[in-house]
Structure formats: structure tokens, C-alpha cells
């Protein structure tokens, strides 16, 4: 099937950059009236930009008949509106084997709003898999418009000068240029439709109660107790007034504008508001109402028609099912939940997926005294994603760290290219439920078992992305409190100064199972402990102050372990005794970190009945206070780990220069027409010669007789593995022997194997004869595939005990060199690798590159949905494949929005 045909009934969702949202299509035969009336809705200077020339109608209909049913042209359509009307039509016509014309023509009122650039970056790959090498285009001199379009879209355009016109070329293949281009424009439309719900201008509460305690009673009285800075408007038809307050009977009544709605009625009326809410120009929907897709067949059919007037009618949607929003700022004041506590003002935006669980992580966040620059709750995730709320939060000059509740995820891997992004920037702190789960399918293979046997998926995806996993919301808020108040740690030294011995070593027995260091201090750091502290206390770490020990102890020690050149934090523990009080402490500890000549992390722990000295909280220097050493050992590694990770450079992923795509495309395709399955041994080792990765050297015969004859060929000894369709694992049935020697024994062994195998009720077709690998350390390496994730790339300790040891990594592919790297040292047998009681060691490189290879594989062959190479043989020098297996299917391949 050509990529042109699966492009074929191709749809999706765009936001422009003023953030209204558009539906992106394949052109059909049906559109005929519709793309007439938009071009005869254009100007006539847009018809003559168009068209090069003033036209007459009967000929406006020529060409757009010609244009729309051109066999050798690929033609999409922008829609916009109920019921949808054309706002945009782009098309690129084939002129020869490896280039094709390019135009555009876009509404008077949608231009210079982004649709001309989304359209070419659509259609530039869907021709680049074409095979379309270079699009072409003419436009008049003084379209500057549409001279800026190909400009801005990060192609590498040249113009060149022609009699009356100027001629425009760029390739057509999708650079990291013109990616990066076209996610700033997204980053920019999310923003744009995010003010609305956070900085509008006025807000409608639809549904608001004259009674308190009813949740459209409270989130109207809570918009007002917290001063939004805009007008409040009730909608309310059955009253006059609501809390002193006039009513509006409509949205459409209310005199001034309203960019929020707050919708609070029953769900059977949302749709009706939200119609009522188009014709009042309201940019941004907050339904707090349930009844949607969580009720049920019914709801979720509610939902859809819901999310329909949305996209017809430009709004964007927060909910439904969700408990509203927040925004601390001081220049707006905006509480539109019916939360009865609301945190502090502060430097953290907080997306929860649950709604109630945001109603009890808001009073546990002021409990903490952790501010808050942004809350949302965002419910059935309709329109408004996660995915949104990064890229807004991102550029937030009032957030500077990211917390997150998810359930589930809407598009993983765009998540995974924006969050490593945000990650550079601002720490993202996440909890995903859901670590139970069955898995990504049912698989077969052993690298599928491995990867859908956890939610090691979203660890592979957090990992890659910078995004610190907490195992719950305790433990992320843990982590928040630091990162909020305290520079990222440098390294991951710790220092540790108590009054008692014991939760001293709790503390750093856990920070060294965290992977931190809890080094000897400097003999220059000892002898200023030794100076002012008790001859029987230990100055070497932890430094144990000794339980009589004054707040002057605590404030000289903390000065003089923090400013000890080779400690990256500080963790201070205080045990009360009789005489020395907390409150001295926290100030001691305040002025000793004041003393320090470089801000490093500083964590307390207040081991106390009576819990945190309230200085600790309203100090400028804001020093977190666990109440156990281990919670604090744990919050200052994951922000060790985070460092780490956002000190590496930033890595692309990875092309192995002497890759064959279209060789291992044209391979699949024809095999997907057969249907989905297995690839034979012949088709699996064909896949893997196109992209480098090194197979022993083998043949495919179809007797026990040509088997005997090739072992002959081969010299040595020989492996013998069945080929028999619906058998996965061949050493379960007997269909593997190793070390067969001369023909004879191989032709034997081979009828041997027939019997074998036939009486286990599969039908043999033939046999792999494969030269005799020597020994190596045994690894598997694999892909397995799922349709929201895509294809996730294992490495573990290979042989017929991979499931048992299950010691494995996953990454998304594709890779970086530097991820390949890291999958391998995450491994627990990495060290076998290196070298183990006298063995060589291996080639590390080779197994990183073979890593490489296989992620690359999985990117550009997306019908590629299990790949098992086991065992990988890893020699000092290379490495080797024994063992490949390939499962296929009519996948088709993700467009580039996908991606994003």
C-alpha cells in the first residue's frame, strides 16, 4: 500500500497561534461545492496571488475541478466551524520522479494565523514518503505573505528571480530545523488558548447557586472571596440575583465580554451553554459537570458532541468532570474551583487528572506553606491536555517547578519531546497511577513479555524526558518543597550534621542506597569542627554534634560543612533535648547557611512531636523540614538525579549512516500484504543486513537433506533450529540443537527434529543451518511496539532465562548514543560486561551501536511491532545475533503532528 493511499481519509486537529483550533484534512471528491464557495469567498487580490492573474467565475470553477481531481496531485483542506466551511486549501501536483509543484490559498481572515505553514509541513511529508524530493513553488513578487510562509517554516528555502514572478525551492525532508520551527508554533498556540482560562478578561459562572455549599454556590463565592480582578457575572435563569449579585438568565445577556465560562449545570445542558457561550465570543470552557465519557456509552457520546461545538467554534475546553482552576498571580486573583482551602501564593503549577484528589492535594499543599502560581484540574482531558499545560507553563515567568497526577497519557510521545524541553528549564515532579497495568498487548516474544510485564514504559519515558517519577504524592510533594526553595544539587555529596547518632546513619545509610556519597569530610573541615565541638564527637560525617549540643554548635557546623568545597547539600537533623529549643536551631541553622560562599541545598529534618519551626517557613532562604531522615535522603536524590540528567548535553537522536530504509520499507510492505504475522528467517535477516545489524552466518533450506549439505558447505560445527509457523520458542518444542558436526549428523538430526515437532501438532517447513557462534556473554536485545507509546526498544541479560532474571532496560525509541549508553549501565549485569573475576571485556560500543541500530529500525518501520534478537552474543571485539525473530502488521505510520 502506498504511502499516498494511507494518507487517504487523513484528519486531525491543529491550533493556530492565536489558539483557535482547526480541523486539518485530506481533500474529497465531495468538497467540490465547498472549495468552490472558498474561493469565491477569497478577495480578488487573494485570487490573484492565487491564480497569477483576475478570473472569471465559470473559470474559477475549471480550476478548482482540475486542481481537486488531478490523479497526480495530493490536495487537504483546513475546516472550520458548524458546519465545518473550507478556510484553507493546499495541494502539491507530482512534475517528475522526484519533485512536484507546491500551493496554498488560505481565507482572508485566517491569514498570517499559521494554517498556510501547517499545511506545507503536512504535505511536505506525506511527498517526502512519496518520494518527492523538492517542492517547488511560484508566487508573485509582492505576496510577501506567502514568501513568509516558506521562510518561517524552517525548510531550507532558496528563491530565485524569473520574469514577473520568483521562483521558491526547498527539499522536502523534515529537518530538526523546521521540527523545532513547527513545535515553537504549537508551544506559542497553547499559550495563546491558555491566557483565556488564566488572564481573561471577565469570567460567567453558568450554574451559579444563591446557596453556599452547592459547587456552583462556591466556586461563584470563591471568585469573589479571592478578588479576581475582572468582573464575576452569575448566570442563573430561575434568579434575579445570586449572593448580592445580579444574574444574567443567558451567557448572551451578560452586556460585557466574557473570555471564561464556568459551567456548573446538569450535563444534558452543557452542549446548549456551550452554543449559548460561541455566540458570545467566550474563548475558554471550564465544565466542572460529570454525565461525560466516564458515565458511560451515553456520556462519552455526550462528550464527543460537546468537544464538536468546541472545535466548530474556536473554544477550547477545560473538563469536563474537573473541579476548575487557579491562578495566584496578584494581577488577576483567580480561584474558579469550589476547593474550600486554597494554597499560598507561590512558584509551582499543579495539573491533577482527579478532581477530588485535587481537593485534598490542595490542603495538604498549604499545610506545607508550598505556594502555588497555577492549579488545574483537568478532568476527562478532552480538549486541554497536559501536553497543553507544559508548553504554557514552560515559558510562565510565575512557575518554576511542574507537578503532575496523571492516569493516563493522550499522546505519550509528543508528551516525551515537549517534557524534555520543559525539563532543560523548570524540574517536572510526576505521579502516574496505574503501575499495575496488563501491559502494552498480548505478546509473544520474550522482549514483549518484558515490556509489557510493568509500567517500565513510562519509566523509560520519564527517564528519557528528565521527568522525576515519585512513587506518590507524598513523596512528589517531598521533592517539590526542595526543588521550590532550593538550588539543584551540583553533585550528589552529602553532608550530614546531627545531636544523634542513630538517625545520623539512618540518614546516610539511605542517601547510599539512593546512590548518594556520604564522604569523609576534608581535614580543613575537621580541625574547624574539632575547634568548637566536645572531644567525643565525631567530626568525619555525619557529624554528630552530641545531644547537649547548643544552636551556636548547629550554626558554626552548618557553616563549616557547607562551605567545605567537596559537599554538593546539607542535610541537618534536629532531635529535641531537654535545654536546646527548635526555634533556636532553625535560626542557628539560618545564619550557618548565610556563612556558606555559594548557595548549595540545604534539607532539615525537626524529628519533634511539635513538628516545624515556623522561621524555617517564613525565612527568605526558605529551608525545607522533613520529619523522617529517610523521606529527606529520598527527596535529595531524585533532585541529585535530576541535576545529573540536565547537565548532560542534549543528544539527537542517532542515524547509523549505512541504513537501507526503503530496501527494509519495500520488504515490509510486501509482507504486510500477505497479512500480519512472523517474518520468515530469509525476510528477518534481510530486515537486518538494511540497517547493519550483524546476523551469524546462516541459510534457509527446506529437507533434512539440504540440511545436511549446507552444514557441509559451512565447515565446523553447526546449529540446526525448525522453522514451523505458530512456533515461538523453538527450544520448548525440541526445535534447537547446537554442535552438530558433518553431514550425516546434521540430515539425522534433522528427521529426528521433524518426528519432534510434528507430534507437538506443528507442521515443519524447513530449517535454519547457522555456523556455530563460540561462546560470549549472551544478551536481548528487542522492540516491542504500542499504539499510543510506539515502538520501545529492551536490553537485558539474554538466553532462555531472560524472563526469569528479568533484568532489563527500555527507552522509546528512537535512541541517542547517550541513551544506549545508559540502558546498558542500568542493568545489574553491566558489569559483566566490563569485565567480571578475570573475564575479558566486552565491546561495549559494539552492543551501543546494535542498540542504535535497532531503535532507528523501529522508528522508520512502524509495521515492525515485535523484534526479538536473542541471545545477542557479545564478544571483546563485536557482537553477533544467533536468534531473530520480526512480527509485522499493517501499522500506518504516524504523520508528523503525530509525533510532535
Given at each position: ?309 468546541c472545535r466548530a467554534t474556536g473554544m477550547r475546553l477545560i473538563g469536563p468532570n474537573c473541579m476548575g482552576v487557579v491562578n495566584t498571580d496578584p494581577t488577576v486573583r483567580l ?81 516525551s519531546r515537549i517534557a524534555r524541553r520543559v525539563s532543560r528549564r523548570k524540574p517536572i515532579v510526576a505521579v502516574k ?468
Amino acid at each position: 500500500m502506498s504511502d499516498r493511499a494511507t494518507f487517504l481519509g487523513w484528519e486531525t486537529e491543529v491550533v493556530l497561534r492565536d489558539g483557535t483550533a482547526v480541523r486539518l484534512r485530506t481533500a474529497r471528491p465531495q468538497d467540490e461545492d465547498a472549495l468552490i464557495a472558498f474561493y469565491r469567498g477569497l478577495s480578488e487580490q487573494s485570487l490573484v496571488y492565487r491564480f497569477f492573474t483576475r478570473i472569471s467565475d465559470a473559470a474559477l470553477v475549471e480550476q478548482v475541478r482540475r486542481l481537486l481531481y488531478n490523479p497526480r496531485a495530493v490536495n487537504l483542506v483546513a475546516t472550520f466551524g458548524d458546519p465545518p466551511r473550507v478556510v484553507a486549501h493546499g495541494l502539491y501536483a507530482v512534475a517528475d520522479s522526484d519533485r512536484a509543484e507546491v500551493a496554498f490559498a488560505v481565507a482572508d481572515e485566517f491569514q498570517g494565523r499559521g494554517v498556510g505553514t501547517l499545511l506545507l509541513g503536512q504535505l511536505a511529508e506525506v511527498a517526502a514518503r512519496q518520494g518527492i524530493r523538492v517542492f517547488e513553488a511560484s508566487v508573485l513578487p509582492d505576496n510577501h505573505r506567502m514568501l513568509e510562509v516558506f521562510r518561517e517554516s524552517g525548510f531550507p528555502v532558496e528563491v530565485h528571480a524569473e520574469p514577473g514572478e520568483l521562483r521558491v525551492t526547498f527539499p522536502t525532508e523534515l529537518t530538526e530545523e523546521a521540527l523545532r520551527r513547527f513545535e515553537r508554533r504549537e508551544q506559542l498556540a497553547a499559550q495563546a488558548a491558555l491566557r483565556f482560562f488564566f488572564q481573561p478578561r471577565g469570567v460567567a459562572v453558568v450554574g451559579a447557586s444563591r446557596r453556599r455549599g452547592t459547587i456552583g454556590g462556591e466556586i461563584f463565592r470563591n471568585l469573589l472571596q479571592y478578588g479576581f480582578e475582572g468582573p464575576v457575572y452569575p448566570v442563573n435563569p430561575q434568579s434575579g440575583v445570586v449572593q448580592s449579585v445580579v444574574s444574567y438568565p443567558t451567557v448572551e445577556a451578560i452586556p460585557g465580554p466574557v473570555d471564561l465560562a464556568v459551567v456548573v449545570v446538569p450535563a444534558e445542558q452543557v452542549v446548549d451553554v456551550a452554543w449559548q457561550c460561541a455566540r458570545k465570543g467566550v474563548r475558554a470552557l471550564v465544565v466542572i459537570s460529570a454525565g461525560f465519557a466516564e458515565a458511560g456509552e451515553e456520556g462519552r457520546a455526550r462528550q464527543e458532541e460537546l468537544l464538536r461545538v468546541c472545535r466548530a467554534t474556536g473554544m477550547r475546553l477545560i473538563g469536563p468532570n474537573c473541579m476548575g482552576v487557579v491562578n495566584t498571580d496578584p494581577t488577576v486573583r483567580l480561584n474558579a474551583t469550589f476547593a474550600p482551602v486554597l494554597p499560598p501564593p507561590g512558584r509551582v503549577g499543579f495539573l491533577s487528572q482527579s478532581g477530588a484528589l485535587g481537593l485534598a492535594v490542595m490542603e495538604y499543599a498549604n499545610q506545607l506553606g508550598l505556594g502555588l502560581s497555577t492549579f488545574v484540574s483537568v478532568g476527562n482531558k478532552a480538549d486541554v491536555s497536559g501536553n497543553d499545560l507544559l508548553n504554557y507553563w514552560d515559558e510562565d515567568p510565575n512557575t518554576d517547578v511542574i507537578l503532575l497526577y496523571l492516569e493516563s497519557f493522550g499522546n505519550p510521545r509528543k508528551f516525551s519531546r515537549i517534557a524534555r524541553r520543559v525539563s532543560r528549564r523548570k524540574p517536572i515532579v510526576a505521579v502516574k497511577s496505574g503501575r499495575t497495568g496488563s501491559g502494552l498487548r498480548a505478546t509473544a516474544s520474550h522482549t514483549g513479555a518484558l515490556v509489557a510485564a510493568s509500567d517500565a514504559t513510562v519509566d523509560a519515558l520519564f527517564r528519557q524526558a528528565g521527568v522525576i517519577r515519585t512513587d506518590s504524592l507524598e513523596e512528589m510533594f517531598d521533592v517539590a518543597v526542595l526543588l521550590a526553595h532550593q538550588p539543584v544539587p551540583e553533585g550528589p555529596r552529602v553532608a550530614i550534621v546531627t545531636n544523634a547518632g542513630g538517625p545520623g546513619i539512618l540518614c546516610a545509610d539511605a542517601c547510599e542506597a539512593e546512590g548518594l556519597v556520604v564522604p569523609v569530610l576534608s581535614p580543613a573541615t575537621q580541625e574547624k569542627l574539632k575547634a568548637f565541638l566536645p572531644p567525643h564527637a565525631a567530626v568525619s560525617n555525619p557529624v554528630d554534634l552530641i545531644a547537649s549540643a547548643p544552636a551556636e554548635h548547629y550554626r558554626e557546623a552548618v557553616a563549616a560543612v557547607g562551605s567545605d568545597p567537596a559537599v554538593d547539600a546539607v542535610v541537618v537533623i534536629f532531635v529535641p533535648p531537654l535545654v536546646t529549643q527548635a526555634e533556636d536551631v532553625a535560626q542557628a541553622i539560618l545564619e550557618g547557611v548565610a556563612r556558606w560562599p555559594e548557595r548549595k541545598p540545604v534539607l532539615t529534618v525537626f524529628m519533634s512531636a511539635r513538628g516545624v519551626p515556623e522561621l524555617l517557613r517564613r525565612s527568605d532562604l526558605r529551608i525545607p523540614s522533613y520529619a523522617f531522615p529517610e523521606s529527606a535522603a529520598r527527596a535529595l536524590a531524585h533532585a541529585v538525579r535530576y541535576g545529573q540528567w540536565r547537565r548532560r548535553p542534549e543528544a539527537a537522536p542517532a542515524r547509523p549512516p549505512d541504513v537501507q530504509r526503503d530496501e527494509a520499507l519495500a520488504l515490509v510492505a510486501t509482507a504486510v500484504e500477505r497479512g500480519a504475522g512472523w517474518l520468515g528467517p530469509a525476510e528477518a535477516a534481510t530486515l537486518l543486513r538494511c540497517y547493519g545489524i550483524p546476523l551469524v552466518r546462516q541459510r534457509l533450506v527446506l529437507t533434512p537433506e539440504e540440511a545436511g549439505e549446507v552444514a557441509e558447505q559451512l565447515g565446523g560445527p553447526v546449529a540446526l533450529k525448525v522453522v514451523a509457523p505458530g512456533v515461538v520458542h523453538k527450544t520448548e518444542v525440541g526445535g534447537v540443537l547446537l554442535d552438530l558436526r558433518g553431514q550425516d549428523e546434521v540430515e539425522r538430526a534433522a528427521r529426528e527434529m521433524v518426528a519432534r515437532v510434528s507430534s507437538a501438532g506443528h507442521h515443519v517447513e524447513g530449517f535454519v543451518v547457522q555456523e556455530m557462534a563460540p561462546p560470549g556473554l549472551e544478551l536481548i536485545v528487542g522492540v516491542a511496539s504500542d499504539r499510543h507509546f510506539g515502538p520501545v526498544v529492551a536490553c537485558g541479560a539474554g538466553g532462555v532465562l531472560v524472563e526469569l532474571l528479568r533484568d532489563v532496560s527500555l527507552r522509546l525509541a528512537p535512541l541517542s548514543r547517550s541513551d544506549a549508553s545508559e540502558m546498558l549501565r542500568e542493568l545489574r549485569t553491566f558489569p559483566l560486561l566490563q569485565g567480571y573475576r578475570g573475564s575479558p571485556p566486552c565491546d561495549v560500543h559494539a552492543v551501543e551501536d546494535l542498540l542504535v541500530r535497532v531503535g532507528a529500525l523501529a522508528e522508520d518501520v512502524p509495521q515492525v511491532v515485535e523484534l526479538d534478537l536473542n541471545p545477542v552474543r557479545v564478544y571483546p571485539q563485536g557482537v553477533r545475533v544467533l536468534d531473530a525473530r520480526v512480527r509485522v502488521e499493517p501499522v500506518r505510520p504516524p504523520t508528523w503532528t503525530a509525533r510532535r
